[in-house]
């Protein structure tokens, strides 16, 4: 599974900047709202772009058995 890491860019984004991001803002940056037209190295590009991050620091996969584990930890806690 890829674990997209946008909300905590977004935080970041607002505390270096001291303002709020909106997800609009973030679409109308990008272009991202029109997600048909791009293909989804196009949609990472811009949000790489827009965060001015390395590739791994908006993605990372998460190997099947650790996702496993992680649900079984979930559902524990509840």
Known sequence: ????KTKELIGKKEFSENRRITIN????STGI???????????LDKLRTYFECKIEELVEHIPDDQ???????????L
């Open 1 to 4: 599974m890829l674990r997209f």
């Open 25 to 28: 803002e973030l679409a109308d």
């Open 67 to 77: 996702l496993k584990h992680l649900e079984e930890q979930r559902i524990a806690c």
């Open 33 to 43: 709202n029109h997600w048909g037209h791009c293909t989804a190295t196009d949609n």
